[in-house]
């Protein structure tokens, strides 16, 4: 009997999504693993996984509830696809629209053998707030596509931490400047751990076994089905929430996980919607659980920057991939894969983590990571490529739009300024700057910092775009009052540190594979 093909793509494991029919007896259910995709690019061991892990533990429990199941290995998501029609004599194909355009680009120009209904990930039966065309809908009413107005749109459309006259509760729509407090004695408590059962032990054999990817997948303790992300979630709030919001930008040598949610993982996977976890914040809040400052915190996070950069991705895609304002040409530093080939303690620490657990918290990533290639001209594609391939929470709609959008300054549609900081910002924020071989304070010589020899000149570098920006055009006088001599030394200083920066090679043998976009 012919009957349709329901796709579920390996970012779509949530029952409530119409990728999966309603009745078991309606249709079957298909994932692929695309061996496109595994190949694409150097992907962290513990990112494959829990990929993996998390569509193998959804595709059985999908079978304990009577649906037929298959999870077909192929060359791409289409041909897994194909391959199913043909095999099952399907009717037609049930699908959320990708989250990556690569991927919804080749599904809807394959012969699939079998007409393709395409689902929006958005809305009210999708995995994001806000459907696809809502986003356009907002894009074209303004000028300027800035996060702080599509967070308030958000707000005021949901009534999320509003009060009845559709004012932000504690009288304001944002609390970041109270989000950036130093832990000087508080401790983070522990995290919930996930011990990986036969079928995550079974993937992670067979990841060990895999030529490419990079990391350790040794000490994989990331949540792989529904249950596991609850458990992270009702933990996140009974014991780490009411403090996350002052400590969130904070960064503490060996505190991997700070008083951060680990969420991310789970919402990019479907396991958590993020609408149950916005509603889980304002719920916290509403019973004094979950101080202002923590509740905002984190729902700027969730119905703020996901959302936004989700936007981003399909208002800017594909010019977006390409796009790099300050022309940077530098290639990708060694040590971004391979941590110990730096001396410098922030990068160290924070690549370290990555390699170890495949994450660090956003302010890692944009102020120590970001900052650096952004200070160094890196390519943002290279940039990007690392990051996509690096988290366990990265994926193109939200990896993209954060590096070149936010992290690179390669696009302006998000911010009029670059966020570059010297090494004052790490050393306000972290404790890794005590143990540096270099000198925090200092901007010449041979134990400057390289974040502040590399800040000045990259400031001097584009003067003709920030000299007048009103909140970064007073650095240009206190680089205009040094002295000829000291702005030479610093010149020097940032012209040596450049040359001495080791290039990761384009595609390394010992990753086994090279940097591809496909349709995967
Ligand atoms: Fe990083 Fe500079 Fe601090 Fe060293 S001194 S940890 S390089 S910011």
């Known amino acids: ?80 696809i194909a391959e199913a029609v043909r095999a099952h004599r399907s009717t037609r194909v049930v699908a959320m629209r990708p989250r990556e355009m690569g991927i919804e680009r080749s599904l809807v120009s394959a012969d699939l053998g079998a007409p393709l209904e395409l689902h929006d990930d958005g809305g009210p039966r999708g995995h994001f707030l806000l459907g696809r065309d809502d986003v356009l809908r907002w894009a074209r009413r303004r000028e300027s596509l800035r996060m702080d107005a599509f967070y308030a749109e958000l707000r005021r459309r949901t009534g999320w931490l509003m009060d009845d006259r559709g004012k932000p509760l504690g009288g304001k ?14 401790r983070p408590p522990p995290v919930p751990s996930h011990p990986p059962d036969a079928i995550t032990r079974d993937v992670i054999e067979r990841v060990r076994e895999w030529p490419g990817g990079w990391g350790s997948v040794d000490g994989f303790d990331w949540p792989v089905d529904r249950a596991g992300a609850l458990r992270e979630l009702d933990d996140f709030f009974a014991s780490r929430a009411a403090s996350f919001g002052p400590y969130e930008d904070a960064m503490l040598r060996g505190e991997r996980w700070m008083w951060h949610a680990r969420l991310s993982s789970s919402l990019n996977l479907g396991l958590l919607s993020p609408r149950e976890v916005c509603e889980r914040i304002v719920a916290e809040h509403a019973e004094g659980r979950m101080p202002i400052a923590s509740a905002e915190g984190l729902l700027r996070q969730i119905a703020g920057w996901r959302e936004y950069m989700r936007a981003l991705y399909w208002l800017r895609m594909p010019g977006l991939r390409d796009a790099n304002l300050l022309e940077a040409k530098r290639a990708l530093p060694i040590f971004y894969w391979e941590p110990e080939r730096t001396e410098m303690r922030c990068m160290r620490e924070c690549v370290t983590t990555v390699r170890d657990t495949g994450y660090v918290h956003h302010v890692q990533r944009l102020m120590v990571l970001g900052n650096f290639a952004l200070l160094a001209g890196v390519r943002p594609i290279e940039v990007s490529h690392w990051f996509w391939a690096a988290y366990v929470d990265a994926y193109e709609w939200v990896q993209l739009p954060n590096v070149h959008a936010m992290a690179l300054f390669a696009d302006d549609v998000a911010t009029t300024k670059p966020y570059a900081a010297s090494g004052a910002y790490v050393d306000r924020m972290s404790d890794y700057c005590g143990e540096c071989r270099y000198d925090v304070k200092a901007r010449t010589g041979a134990d400057a910092c390289p974040f502040n020899p590399l800040f000045w000149t990259f400031l001097e570098r584009h003067r003709a775009r920030f000299g007048k920006h009103p909140r970064i055009g007073a650095l240009y006088r206190t680089w205009d009052r040094w002295s000829e001599d000291e702005r030479d030394a610093i010149r020097e200083t940032a012209a040596r540190i450049v040359r001495e920066l080791e290039p990761a090679p384009d595609a390394p043998p010992e990753y086994g594979v090279a940097f591809r976009d496909d349709d995967g």
């Open 1 to 80: 009997m012919s009957e349709p093909l329901y796709f579920v793509g390996p970012w779509d494991l949530d029952r409530r999504l119409p990728c999966i029919p309603r009745d078991p007896r309606d249709g079957r259910v298909l994932f692929v693993e695309s061996r496109a995709k595994g190949r694409a690019l150097p992907w962290h061991r513990q990112k494959l996984v829990l990929v993996l892990s998390a569509m193998r533990h959804f595709a059985a429990e999908l079978e304990q509830s009577g649906y037929r199941v298959e999870i077909r290995n192929a060359r791409s998501y289409a041909e897994g």
């Open 173 to 186: 729509m944002s609390f970041d400047v109270e989000n950036r407090a130093f832990p000087d004695r508080d």
